[in-house]
C-alpha cells in the first residue's frame, strides 16, 4: 500500500496531526485540510481514498461525500464519527461513503479499513457483459460513446452481478461483495444503491436491466 494518496479531513488540530503522521509513517502519501470546503478542492488532484470526519466546521462531512460523487470523484471514503447510531451509518453509506469508524478508534484498525478499501478498489479486472463495461480504475460505467461515473460502492454492486449475468445473486452476497466485513447494511440501503444503478444503467441506454426476484435478490440481464 505504499505510496498510495490519501486525503484527510478532520478539524481537530491535534487528532489531525496524529492520524496524518501516522499514515504517513505506514507509507501513505497524505494532504490533511481542516473543512469540507478544502477537502473538495484537494480532490481534484489525485487521491485513492479519503478519511472524512463527519462533523465539519463548514459542512457535513456526508454532504462532502455527495458533492464529491457529484463532481465524479470516485475514490473510497472512510467517514470518522463519534455518532454511532445505524441510522448514522446508513446515511453515510447513502451519502456514497464506503465505511464507518467511531470515534475514539484504533489507529490500526484506520489502516486495516483503508487498506481493505483500497484493495477493493483496484482488484477488480475490466468487466464486460454485452456492450456494457466495467473499469475499476475510473470507477465508471460505459456502452458505445457513453459513459457514467459509479461510486465505489455502487461499482462493487454491479460488478457483482455482472460477474454473473442472468444469475440471481441473493441479498447477502450482494452485500458482502460491496460492503467492509462488520458493515451493518439494512436492506433498504442496497435498495437505494440498485435503484442509483439502474437509473445509471437507463443514461447508459442499454437493454441491460437490474430485476427484482423478491424475497431473494438481484439478476443483472
Known amino acids: 500500500m505504499s505510496g498510495h494518496r490519501l486525503i484527510v479531513v478532520e478539524d481537530d488540530p491535534e487528532l489531525r496531526a496524529l492520524v496524518t503522521r501516522g499514515l504517513e ?47 465524479g470523484i470516485g475514490a473510497p471514503v472512510l467517514f470518522l464519527t463519534a455518532r454511532d447510531a445505524v441510522t448514522d451509518r446508513l446515511a453515510g453509506f447513502s451519502a456514497g461513503g464506503d465505511d464507518y469508524l467511531t470515534k475514539p478508534f484504533h489507529f490500526d484498525e484506520l489502516v486495516a479499513r483503508l487498506r481493505a478499501l483500497l484493495r477493493r478498489a483496484g482488484a477488480d479486472p475490466v468487466t464486460t457483459v454485452g456492450p456494457l463495461r466495467l473499469d475499476p480504475t475510473t470507477h465508471a460505467a460505459s456502452a458505445g460513446d457513453l459513459e457514467v461515473a459509479l461510486t465505489p460502492t455502487e461499482y462493487r454492486v454491479l460488478a457483482a452481478l455482472a460477474a454473473r449475468p442472468g444469475v440471481v445473486l441473493r441479498r447477502r452476497d450482494l452485500v458482502r461483495a460491496a460492503w467492509p466485513e462488520g458493515a451493518i447494511v439494512h436492506d433498504n440501503t442496497l435498495d437505494q444503491y440498485v435503484a442509483r444503478l439502474r437509473r445509471k444503467l437507463r443514461a447508459l441506454e442499454l437493454e441491460l436491466q437490474i430485476s427484482t426476484t423478491h424475497g431473494v435478490g438481484y439478476r443483472l440481464g
Open 25 to 71: 509513517e505506514e507509507g501513505f502519501t497524505v494532504t490533511a485540510v481542516g473543512d469540507g470546503a478544502s477537502a473538495i478542492t484537494a480532490a481534484h488532484e489525485a487521491v485513492d481514498a479519503l478519511v472524512v470526519d463527519v462533523g465539519l466546521p463548514d459542512a457535513d462531512g456526508r454532504d462532502v461525500c455527495q458533492a464529491l460523487r457529484a463532481q
